[in-house]
């Protein structure tokens, strides 16, 4: 199984709402990250998370808090949001390299919440 | 700096009509080249692995090939639901985590 799956599918909030992402998978993979997805553009990477711990910020405004609560759920907190952050946010997971396996890292993603700011 | 350049853009293909689709890069130690498929509004499916020059996969109509400088989407006697974005991504090591680095892809349509 290579699923990953999220929550909500759509969102529209207003610029003064707080909501929150889910992202969930069961493939014990111990990598997990956040991407934003504009139209006609590819994933632009986030936030990662490596055994559960915040690896990788990249510079991503303060208004989106990631949290890591397990090694299988990763949220995205949402909170004063502007209309140019809408956009497609995508979660993905994957392995993390080991000395038997230090090739496998592909990512798996999930179908995305499509988010709309007004 | 570890960078991806797809070519073409778009591409539009008649159903049956072969064709490729380029992914070039630069990466100091290749761990390992990826390609994805994206459909409008969903998330990338992952498709291939590559890891070294040489390296050959195959799925249904699709094939995957990698060299040193560039990696090839071979597509055989497409149908209209192969139309989608291809993506092509490289592994990177930064900041001691792994991370993706995409090319733009490549819009296919092929029409019936």
């Known amino acids: 199984d290579t699923e990953v799956t999220q929550t909500p599918k759509h969102l529209v909030m207003g610029m003064t709402n707080k909501k929150s992402l889910k992202c969930e998978q069961h493939?014990?993979?111990?990598?997990m990250y956040w991407y934003k997805q504009k139209a006609k553009k590819p994933p632009e990477l986030m936030f990662v998370?490596?055994?559960?711990?915040?690896?990788i910020n990249e510079s991503v405004p303060s208004r989106f808090s990631p949290e890591c609560p397990n090694s299988s759920l990763l949220n995205l907190h949402l909170h004063a949001l502007q209309p140019e952050d809408s956009a497609l946010y995508l979660c993905?997971?994957?392995?993390?390299?080991?000395?038997?396996?230090?090739?496998?890292?592909?990512?798996?993603f999930g179908p995305g919440t499509r988010l709309t700011v007004t | 700096e570890d960078q991806v350049t797809q070519s073409p853009e778009a591409l539009r293909l008649q159903e049956g009509e072969s064709s490729s689709l380029n992914c070039s890069y630069t990466?100091?130690?290749?761990?390992?080249l990826f390609w994805y498929r994206q459909d409008p509004g969903k998330g990338p499916e992952f498709l291939f692995t590559l890891y070294s020059a040489g390296e050959e996969k195959e799925k249904e109509r699709l094939k995957a090939t990698l060299t040193k400088k560039e990696s090839f989407l071979h597509i055989t006697a497409p149908k209209p639901e192969d139309s989608a974005t291809y993506l092509c991504a490289v592994q990177a090591r930064i900041q001691g985590a792994q991370k993706l680095v995409f090319g733009q892809g490549t819009r296919l349509t092929i029409n019936p």
């Open positions: 493939m014990g993979h111990r990598a």
């Open positions: 998370y490596s055994y559960e711990k915040l690896s």
């Open positions: 990466v100091s130690g290749l761990r390992g």
């Open positions: 993905a997971s994957s392995q993390e390299p080991s000395g038997s396996r230090p090739n496998r890292y592909e990512q798996y």
